[in-house]
């Protein structure tokens, strides 16, 4: 439900700001509107992706996100794809259970 990401995103983004305000990071609010979009609903990634960025000791813009998400959108395609295929064998291993289970079943 897209509400129910925006209402993530925000909550998350809250997450960010307290943990940028904190830490008197330089970040811009745009950088962690971006950080909490991306991290589809996932504040402890949200939070990593800050703490990466920040390490780098300088002021993060939305190019450094967006580098930072261009590298991992690789490794999320491939961890997408296994977990279809996990998805899809284990449909087809139900199937083959329920389908030879009848037997048994009283």
């Known amino acids: 439900n897209?509400?129910?990401i925006s209402s993530f995103n925000r909550a998350i983004f809250k997450i960010l700001k307290k943990i940028s305000d904190g830490e008197n990071l330089k970040c811009?609010?745009?950088v962690l509107k971006?950080?909490?979009y991306r991290s589809a609903g996932d504040a402890r990634g949200a939070i990593n992706d800050l703490q990466t960025?920040?390490?780098s000791g300088r002021s993060i813009s939305i190019?450094?996100?967006d580098e930072l998400f261009g590298r991992n959108r690789r490794n999320t395609?491939?961890?997408t794809l296994q977990q279809f295929l996990y998805s899809l064998l284990r449909t087809r291993l139900d199937i083959y259970f329920i389908k030879n289970m009848?037997?048994?079943l009283p």
Do not use: E, I
Request: proline share 0%.
């Open 53 to 55: 960025l920040v390490q």
């Open 77 to 79: 395609t491939v961890f």
């Open 63 to 65: 190019k450094d996100v």
């Open 102 to 104: 009848k037997q048994y």
């Open 34 to 36: 971006a950080l909490a």
């Open 28 to 30: 811009d609010d745009k």
């Open 2 to 4: 897209k509400s129910n």
